[in-house]
């Protein structure tokens, strides 16, 4: 079966940097378009990032555009968020998700979910 394993979340304080990976098996990777989403508590589900099936194209959410990084490696099966300057706003956990189109900024549009990685970044 599909599966879709995050990592890399972890205590950070402001200002920090953190780099999170997913980990796909079950799908032929190359085909699909990834994003990354979080999720806080008592909040509904943001869109992060988004990439193209070559990786080639890329698309950020507002609260992310120009700290946070999205790339993938096909012949690893991986999908990474390189997140710079990160703010107390930004914990939450984080979800990398697979969808047939690339660009897609709702959570409905996306197939395959992985169980999440908490970030939590202090002041």
């Known amino acids: 079966q599909v599966q879709l394993v995050e990592s890399g979340g972890g205590l950070v304080q402001a200002g920090a940097s953190l780099r999170l990976s997913c980990a796909a098996s079950?799908?032929?990777?190359?085909?699909?378009?990834m994003g990354w989403f979080r999720q806080a508590p008592g909040e509904e589900r943001e869109f992060l990032a988004g990439?193209?099936?070559?990786?080639?194209?890329?698309k950020y959410g507002d609260s992310v555009k120009g700290r946070f990084t999205i790339s993938r490696d096909n012949n690893k099966d991986m999908v990474y968020l390189q997140m710079n300057s990160l703010k107390p706003e930004d914990t939450a956990v984080y979800h990398c998700?697979?969808?047939?189109?690339?660009?897609?900024?709702?959570?409905?549009?996306?197939?395959?979910w992985g169980q999440g990685t908490q970030v939590t970044v202090s002041s």
């Open positions: 079950g799908l032929t990777f190359r085909n699909y378009a």
């Open positions: 990439i193209s099936w070559s990786g080639g194209g890329t």
């Open positions: 998700a697979a969808a047939s189109n690339f660009g897609e900024v709702t959570s409905m549009q996306y197939h395959y």
